[in-house]
């Protein structure tokens, strides 16, 4: 068999069979060249919203590709990214007036921390301090991972990146030690943003916080004259329940971060929202004080249509009763393993539900992450454990009856892993 000569993200080629080809989507599911067809209960990476190729999303590409390919977006606009923009500004958190398009959610990050620190030195007040919670993700470029949790996945990338501030994860109990540590940076050092992922660190292992906390924080974050960077690449669209997670604690971001699910999760987009304070600090007849940023495909005209798209099917679609459906089978399912000696920390933020394995510590438990996603696949499903972390975070189009089997099999398949680990 010829070896493929692509290169797959997170992957270690040297254990891993040769990849599954995917031959087409459809709903909840993958279909392979079998026609296999795989449960995705994890919305291909968090992306999928609503479902695989909804018809809507796809009609509007498909239009789209009558009109435009890509288009210089300097000198030069178009309808899809102004419809999109305003759409993003009428949804968004009162106080975000404008949008900077970009591709991923890396650059929607990196974005949102070069508009944070052009603002403090367009001010004439230069702050270069980032401050991040312990156990995040922001993305993979060195400015995202410079932000992120370190660990073995940047080691070898450490000498350049950048330090910041972390606040320790505010665990049961933590809570105050999190928020009087905040404070105390803020008063001793130059604070340009709080860097966070509001109610959810997403691949720091799906670890969730009170949303009361988001409001503190953000107080504290007033009081101090630093601005608050939400980023909202993974919680936004629907994932905690409401549209953006920042909804839950009462508080609008100075700048708020969205990729994933904004084009329905069908074609790579990113906007990074800001307040018109921070426009306005780059506003300026003397061009040294222009937001320096751009990328190639900024605004590219097919993802801004397919995400107008997207923004109709929350108007149109009972998009937050397929929510709400999800969020109860969870909620049922959860309630089914409480006390099972087996599973630890069971948590739900809306439709992302996680639970702990009690595996026995040590390097075991990397391990174990990959010997279920094998059983896992062997049923169906589609479901990767970040190490010992089980967690689903499926596209709404899911039913109650898809849920529960997701359930049943991270049932049979702790049994099985717990059995061998023996
Ligand atoms: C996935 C993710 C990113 C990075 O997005 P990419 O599109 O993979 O670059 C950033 N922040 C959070 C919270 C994420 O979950």
Redesign the pocket.
Known sequence: MNRSTVWHPFTQHALEPPMTRIASTDGAYLIDENGNRLLDAISS??VITHGHRHPKIMAAIRAATEAYDQIIFAEFSHEPAERLAQGLIEIAQPGLKHVFYSD??????EVAIKMALGYFHNRGEPRDRIVVMEGS????TIG?MSAGERGVFNVAYEPLLFAVDRLTFPEAGREQDMLDRFETICRTSGVAALLI?PLVL??GGMKIYEASLLASLKDIAVRFGCLLIA?E???GWGRTGTMFACEQAGIAPDIL?T??GLTGGAI?L?ATLATAEIFDAHLSTDRRKTFFHSSSYTANPIACAAAVANLEIWQEEPVLSRIETIEAAHRCNLARFAGDPRFANLRQAGTIAALDLVVPTGGYLAEVGQQMRALFRERGLLIRPLGNVLYLMPPYCLTAQEVDRAYDAIDEVASIVLERAR
């Open positions: 990476w968090w991923s959610g890396s650059t929607a990050v993700y922001h993305g993979d995202t992922e997403g691949a980023d690449v993974m919680t971060c990729s994933k790579p990113a």
